[in-house]
């Protein structure tokens, strides 16, 4: 698939720019002087699938940093998200985890099943096809990371690309059980972010995926607050896993 | 207690001087220019008791850490380490534990009270003699942090010596349950170390004690590797907590 750029702006520090890959939107930030310089190492950066307008603020952050620390980093729209047609495999599941919800129940295997698989077997071949095009970029070298988002589509990049060397994973939404089996063959290294008071996450759950990954060096860290309350310090961290890994 | 030096050396970067603290000796590093500056903030490290000289390489890296972010650190012998007399209390349960350890049993509740409890009830105000004696030096000056060692001295301490205002705690050692209600009354800045394949560790009964801690900043920070094993970033991680927390 060809990427286009379609908008371009300087933000202070970062090169933002706009592509289109086939029908996906993404956005590419690359460091003020990258271009002029030697190819930099790219760091995807994963995102919840809530639409890429509204985690652009969020995103912008995560690229500020990345570009402060010498590193491009880049996204693209998820399936049945944002401007992007509905994902039909996850509407009836969409629909049953609102009503479990809202009756206060637990939410069954079957349920997080449906939500995430369909979402992880269509994302992850678009992922890799953006790291085809986007290394393609004179601008671009590699190594390359992998940060954050939904942490099913993380695992099975890891698992699945070769390209990526390591990866920051955010233990915060539902795992399919078959995950835990994916997680197994994982074994670039790791860094594991815990919000250990999240409500919407099963803190055992996350523990158990961290213990299941086959990776020598895997770091967990914990922090308190809930889903959105990462701190400062947490993400400094991440960042300085990236620098040992990526450099 | 009076303080009293009875040997200085220069380590590069670094002034090492042993002193005893009435019949307790002691280790008091210091940044190579810190006499002739700023009272500079103290780490207290804590320790295995096996013995300062023993221990004394592992703790010359930590000191010489701590000085290169411009810490003064200092530790004391335990009582019953070292060439201190033995801890009657304790010598019972260090029967016992090498007869449970060497048959393959679990280490009974009993066995870890009758270990940990006296040594803790007995080193805490030792190390709070130490800080006044150390707070009285013109070269050092506050505020204190805690570091590593036998994790129920760190957490007794936490509670009841208001002058440590954070601590960097390893969770590698047998907690009494008494030590899980004390843990609750913690509420300075902890960061959190658990080496995840730790064989002389329970797994689940440092995550429970995480979970325990009554401060409202805490990072757990899990890494791979045996007790012995902690990976170096994840000693600047530590690092980097107390620098935030003392400066």
């Not at 995430?116 to 953006?130: C, G, N, S, T």
């Amino acid at each position: 698939m060809a990427l286009h750029f379609t908008s371009e702006q300087r933000l202070d520090d970062v090169v933002e720019r706009d592509f289109t890959l086939g029908e996906i939107p993404g956005i590419l930030w690359t460091p003020g002087s990258a271009t002029a310089s030697a190819p930099v190492p790219l760091i995807l950066l994963g995102h919840p699938p809530l639409g890429l307008r509204k985690m652009h603020p969020r995103l912008v952050t995560r690229a500020r940093h990345a570009a402060a620390d010498g590193f491009a980093a880049a996204t693209i729209e998820l399936p049945g998200s944002g401007d992007r047609p509905r994902l039909a495999a996850t509407e009836q599941a969409r629909v049953d985890l609102r009503r479990v919800t809202e009756a206060g129940e637990p939410v069954s295997d079957e349920i997080i099943d449906a939500l995430v698989l369909p979402l992880v077997d269509q994302a992850v071949p678009e992922w890799q096809a953006a790291l085809d095009a986007l290394l393609s970029l004179p601008e671009i070298g590699g190594p390359v990371g992998y940060s954050g988002g939904v942490i099913s589509i993380g695992i099975r990049l890891a698992v699945v690309e070769p390209r990526i060397v390591a990866a920051g994973l955010f233990a915060g939404s539902f795992v399919p059980r078959t995950m835990f089996e994916e997680a197994r063959h994982v074994t670039i290294p790791l860094h594991v972010l815990l919000q250990w008071d999240d409500e919407g996450n099963d803190r055992q759950a996350a523990l158990d995926l961290f213990d299941a990954f086959g990776s020598k060096e895997k770091s967990l860290h914990a922090n308190m607050g809930g889903h959105t309350g990462v701190p400062q310090y947490a993400g400094d961290a991440a960042a300085q896993f990236f620098t040992r890994h990526l450099k």
